[in-house]
Structure formats: C-alpha cells, structure tokens
C-alpha cells in the first residue's frame, strides 16, 4: 500500500496539457497562419498598384508633355532628329529630363513614345491636323518576375 500510494504522489506531480488547451492552442495558431497570409497578399496587390500607377504617370507624363509641345516638332517624319518623338526616346547627356528609362525602387520602366500622321480617308497623302500618340510602358515585375506592359493611344490636334 504505501507504494501504491507513492505511484499516486509521483502522479500528482506530472503536469500535462489537457485536450481543450491543446485545441485552443491549435486554433489560435491557424488564425495567426490566416492573418500572415492575408497580410502578405495585400503586400503583393499593392506593389502591383503602385507599378501599374508609375507606369500611367509616366504614360501620362509624355502625353501631356506632347501636347504643350509645337504641332510641327512632334513627329520625326516631318523635324527630323529635332522633334519631341526622338527628344523623349533618347538620352542626351546627364542634365536630359525626357528619358525613356525610368527607375523606382527596384523596378526599371523603359517607355516608348509613337507619333504618326493622321491621313484623310479619301487622300492617304493629306494630314487632317492629327496626330496619333501612342505611348508604351514597360517593367519587369518584382514578385514574379515578368514582363508587364501599359499602352495609352491618344491624338494631337493642331489647333494653331
């Protein structure tokens, strides 16, 4: 008997974990799981955003930069290597402020500006005082690695 009741000293002795504290436990943890998950997709979602939003200012920028530009300067067909369309893609020198890349963080944008002609339907030969625009924007994407790309189309008119 008294080693009987030396077994029931020793057992009282012994902690555990009941059931209820380890399901509580396990719960607690799945939230937490849940909540870093959550939490880390809306990281991505907003990287997203804000490469999609420099991509459509600097769309946005050769846009607005054209249209204060002269008509006749726009396009390389009709000045040469002095227009807006070959100024805005190129880099000439460090104090250029029209540069066609970009960096932000660790994204580099490369944007591409196009400007043509727009002909009367009946003459393919006669300007109608338009000018199509066609700005490209394009970054690799940090998260997965690929090639995105954003494209405005918008027209001139010369209304001098």
Do not use: C
Request: aromatic fraction near 8%.
């Amino acid at each position: 008997m008294k080693m009987f009741n030396k077994f029931l000293k020793k057992s009282e002795n012994i902690k555990g974990y009941t059931l209820p504290e380890v399901l509580i436990t396990i719960l607690l943890l799945a939230i937490l799981f849940t909540l870093g998950i959550i939490l880390t997709s809306g990281f991505d979602n907003s990287k997203r955003l804000r490469d999609y939003s420099v991509a459509v200012a600097l769309a946005q920028q050769a846009i607005e930069l054209a249209r204060s530009s002269p008509f006749d300067i726009l396009d390389d067909e009709e000045a040469g290597s002095n227009s807006f369309e070959v100024d805005i893609n190129s880099q000439d020198g460090d104090n250029d402020l029209l540069v066609p890349d970009y960096d932000s963080g660790f994204t580099k944008y490369h944007r591409r500006v196009e400007i043509r002609d727009v002909k009367s339907s009946t003459d393919d030969k006669r300007s109608i005082g338009l000018k199509s625009i066609q700005v490209t924007v394009e970054w690799k994407s940090s998260e997965n690695n690929k090639q995105e790309k954003f494209t405005v189309n918008s027209t001139i008119a010369d209304i001098n």
